[in-house]
């Protein structure tokens, strides 16, 4: 997820059971005229592995020049993005516009596919443009054509966004559409939303997005129902190790001095605090953090407070 799954953010992922983590999407073209925040963004390190470097394009030889520039990052695999809803990206005729033109699709793909080599080309696709243009299962059928590996389908059209609820139906009819593996995307946020969608869809296997946001725990929760065995989420105390040991991680990987790098955890301290007791309050608390100390203060106050209220509630502690 761009502006999210960074380094850090896939790492915790993956330490808590995540399968396969994917890069943030990657522009096909600015790989080309060498970004300079290429490297940053393609590269895989071991504890991210098995790792995709997801790119977005709409040309397929700029596609197929930087999948040939990514190969050397060497990802695990290679997906393309066609399911991006920004104006920006849809704009230049990549992303969820690909929906709109499935030839060019197959042929971006295609391109990519004989660009990678050994390395498998997925694809990231919506269930269609628009609800009255849904058109998935016939996407996917012509990038399996075009030698597609596997695909990943998140369940809304481009029109809904992120709003309003996935239709898991469609995953379900792609996946009776196509030979290659389907990855069912779309609201799984818990054991049970992910069993459902492995139930529903016959899917093979599942990705989760904002589910994973302030909880890279929902992997174990996961992993637990499908291996049969208990589970028994963080406490908070849990939780707010979790985070300090996230923005930690974040701090490392970063190339920005600890205050700048402190921007982008802001949002994720918020996260990990959603839901509970007083969260609105210290959301905009978390807005203001600029070190790490303050970080690791402000998630004594949450346990403190959170602590507080149990005591109150339970006479045997009063
Ligand atoms: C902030 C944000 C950034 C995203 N960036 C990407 C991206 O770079 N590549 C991609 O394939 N999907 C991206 N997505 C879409 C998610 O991967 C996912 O398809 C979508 O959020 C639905 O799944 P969920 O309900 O589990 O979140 C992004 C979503 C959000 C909210």
Redesign the pocket.
């Known amino acids: 997820?761009?502006?999210?799954a960074d380094r850090a953010y896939r790492l915790m992922c993956k330490r808590f059971g995540a399968a396969y983590t994917?890069s943030?999407?990657v522009s096909a073209k600015g790989i080309c005229y060498s970004d300079r925040k290429t490297a940053e963004l393609c590269t895989v390190t071991d504890g991210e592995r098995p790792m995709a470097v997801?790119l977005f394009g709409s040309e397929p030889d700029f596609m197929a020049e930087a999948v040939k520039i990514v190969l050397d990052f060497r990802p695990d695999i290679i997906d393309i993005?066609m399911?991006?809803p920004v104006p920006k990206v849809i704009g230049t005729g990549a992303g969820s516009a690909l929906m709109k033109d499935i030839r060019l699709a197959a042929e971006i793909t295609d391109a990519a596919v004989r660009a990678a080599g050994d390395v498998p080309v997925t694809v990231?696709i919506r269930s269609g443009w628009s609800a009255e243009t849904v058109n998935a299962p016939e996407m996917a059928r012509a990038l399996e054509a075009a030698g597609a590996a596997a695909v990943a389908v998140?369940g809304r059209t481009r029109d809904q966004f992120?709003s309003g609820q996935?239709d898991i139906s469609v995953i379900r009819d792609v996946n009776q559409a196509v030979s290659i593996p389907v990855i069912g995307?779309?609201?799984?946020t818990d054991a049970a939303s992910c069993l459902k969608m492995y139930s529903e869809t016959g899917c093979d296997l599942v990705m989760?997005?904002?589910?994973s946001y302030g909880a890279p725990f929902v992997f174990e929760e996961i992993e637990a129902a499908l291996t049969g065995r208990d589970y028994v989420p963080p406490t908070v105390e849990q939780r707010m190790s979790i985070m300090l040991g996230h923005i930690r991680l974040m701090l490392e990987n970063s190339s920005k001095c600890e205050e700048l790098a402190m921007h982008e955890a802001r949002k994720l301290a918020a996260w990990y605090m959603n839901g509970y007791y007083g969260s609105a309050k210290f959301r905009g608390r978390c807005y203001q953090l600029s070190s790490y100390s303050e970080a690791e203060e402000l998630a004594k106050e949450f346990i403190e407070l959170q602590n507080s209220r149990i005591d109150k509630n339970n006479p045997k502690n009063s």
Do not use: S, T
Request: glycine letters at 22%.
């Open positions: 997820m761009a502006g999210v994917v943030e999407m997801q993005n399911g991006c990231k998140h992120y996935a995307n779309g609201d799984v989760v997005g904002r589910g």
